[in-house]
């Protein structure tokens, strides 16, 4: 892929939008849209208000949780990517 996202926004492959999350069982409350990703690229970053970049949470090759129907989504070949910003992550899955 050779999209390059900006600013605060994150390009993340879809990996399955599954009821259970590696080990991780979602409560119903949560089943509604979870969707699971691989991080594939970040941008650089938010500049803040002072005019420096503010670090981003999320680097390549990080999975995340993040909602369905978020972002923007683009398809090439058999694979689903989602770019989105920083924002509409719910969460990292730490291995």
């Known amino acids: 892929m050779s999209l390059q996202p900006l600013q605060d926004r994150i390009l993340a492959e879809v990996v399955s939008a599954d009821k259970k999350v590696g080990s991780i069982i979602l409560p119903e409350t949560a089943r509604q849209n979870p969707v699971t990703g691989k991080v ?10 002072s ?7 999320v680097t ?5 949780i993040f909602e369905n129907n978020v972002g923007t989504e683009v ?11 920083q ?3 719910l ?5």
């Not at 390549?60 to 995340?64: F, H, L, P, S, V």
């Open 75 to 85: 398809k090439e070949d058999d694979h689903t990517y989602v770019i989105m910003k």
């Open 60 to 64: 390549a090759g990080d999975t995340i």
């Open 91 to 95: 969460a990292k899955i730490n291995n």
């Open 87 to 89: 924002s509409d992550i």
């Open 51 to 57: 005019g420096s970049r503010l670090p981003m949470d």
């Open 40 to 49: 594939i690229s970040v941008g650089p970053g938010k500049i803040s208000e």
